[in-house]
């Protein structure tokens, strides 16, 4: 059974920085693509980085180029998001998957999904 399990949400002022953490158990990150999405008041579920299988590669969104930060620990078998210069349009629950495939910036096509922690960036 493949759980992952988000943590690190929480408040914090525009400017600020968060890290998230993604604790993958009953699969490897290193044999999934892994990603985070995020879901804000009233909007859709959207793409906002992932690493590659290999974790050479890495893909993020126009909106949070050079603020935000994948990357992962095998060792740990976790996923992090660091989140640097934040934003009041920010503000989602932040989640994370896993994708047996390649990586995707198709929610659709991800296989494993957290439950979700909630980020909220006052102004």
């Known amino acids: 059974q493949v759980q992952l399990v988000e943590s690190g949400g929480g408040l914090v002022q525009a400017g600020g920085s968060l890290r998230l953490s993604c604790a993958v158990s009953g699969r490897t990150v290193s044999s999934s693509a892994m990603a985070w999405f995020r879901q804000g008041p009233g909007k859709e579920r959207e793409f906002v980085t992932a690493?590659?299988?290999?974790?050479?590669?890495?893909y993020s969104a126009d909106s949070v180029k050079g603020r935000f930060t994948i990357s992962r620990d095998n060792a740990k078998n976790t996923v992090y998001l660091q989140m640097n210069n934040l934003k009041p349009e920010d503000t989602a629950v932040y989640y994370c998957?896993?994708?047996?495939?390649?990586?995707?910036?198709?929610?659709?096509?991800?296989?494993?999904w957290g439950q979700g922690t909630q980020v909220t960036v006052s102004s």
């Open positions: 690493v590659s299988r290999s974790g050479l590669s890495t």
């Open positions: 998957a896993a994708r047996v495939g390649p990586y995707s910036e198709n929610r659709d096509q991800y296989d494993y």
